[in-house]
Nanobody
């Protein structure tokens, strides 16, 4: 089964940028959906961005225009370029991978361990 490892989190000032990486064991070419989610203290985990195996991205309204999700099948990795960061972006960011069968049943739903992003005001 796929294992995911995130990196790239850290502390940045308001308006700054960070790039998160998610490396998957076993390759990502066959993964239907990969995505980034985040969870701030005291809040539920929320969607940040997803990308399909045909490189079709989708963003939450709160990050649209500031964040860019991409995937590189050759490097078995997904990235999240985050620009114009706000303190409200502070959270643990998680990488997710989902694969479905030909009959649209969930085959697996895998999460990474998370990486902390802190934006100071």
């Amino acid at each position: 089964q796929v294992q995911l490892v995130e990196s790239g989190g850290g502390l940045v000032q308001t308006g700054g940028s960070l790039t998160l990486s998610c490396v998957a064991s076993g390759g990502i070419a066959n993964i239907d959906f990969m995505g980034w989610y985040r969870q701030a203290p005291g809040k539920q985990r929320e969607l940040v961005a997803t990308i399909t195996n045909q490189n079709i991205p989708n963003y939450s309204d709160s990050v649209k225009g500031r964040f860019t999700v991409s995937r590189d099948n050759f490097r078995s990795a997904m990235f999240l370029q985050m620009n114009s960061l706000h303190p409200e972006d502070t959270a643990v960011y998680y990488c997710n991978a989902r694969k479905f069968t030909a009959t649209i049943e969930l085959l697996y739903d895998v999460w990474g361990q998370g990486t902390q992003v802190t934006v100071s005001s």
